[in-house]
């Protein structure tokens, strides 16, 4: 099936309300074309060099959020023009993003990652660490990042119930984290979780943003 084909599947069986975050990594600014014509803004890249040789050959409406780990000697390359940065989980990493965003005046949003797979990886805070940063004062001066919600990665396993209940997990600690440090923060709303494997039960548990890579693009040219 095509691109657009496949996609206009694709958004007709989620709910409106749940964004599409188009995962277009390894795959060229065609087929990104093709997706945008088809009416999709939103495309996601996990590699900085990928999203920076790509984004300058494709229209400036779309909304470009970077899914993958991210040095802090590579903020600089993004801070013109991302919208959303999905897997921050240290306060030094929000100072730099801050930090470059001021240069151009902008305010980038971001999502702290939460480690919530079974996995060992480095990347992801617990509840403990993310209570921290957000408890830290240096956070009020940070005017030009935003901190809109939580992301996660569910264990890539075959035991769906699994992937529930780590997803339940993302989804209780955006709730405890919005009671305690947002309250009132209308912005802070958003559970960026589930990809081609999973976004089922990901939107079952609460997701917001979804990203879908394989189910739009085939899988992976690596
Ligand atoms: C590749 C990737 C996705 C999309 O994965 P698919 O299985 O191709 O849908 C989602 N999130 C992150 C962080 C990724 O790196």
Redesign the pocket.
Known sequence: MEINHKLKHFLATIPENVKL?A?S?TKPAEDIMEAYNAGQRLF?E?KIQELIVKAPQLPGDIQWHF??HLQTNKVKFIAPFVKMI??VDSLKLLKEINKHALKYDRVIDCLLQFHIAEETTKFGLNLKEADDLLSNDELTNLKNIQIVGV?G?ATYTDDMEQVRNEFEHLANYMVTLKKKFFIDDHYFKEI?MG???D?LIAIEEGSTMI???????G??NY
Do not use: D, L, P, W
Not at 211 to 216: F, V
């Open positions: 975050i995962i990594k996601g996990n899914v993958g999905h897997a992301m990665m960026s990809m081609s494997g976004y990203r879908i890579g394989t189910m739009i693009f899988e992976q």
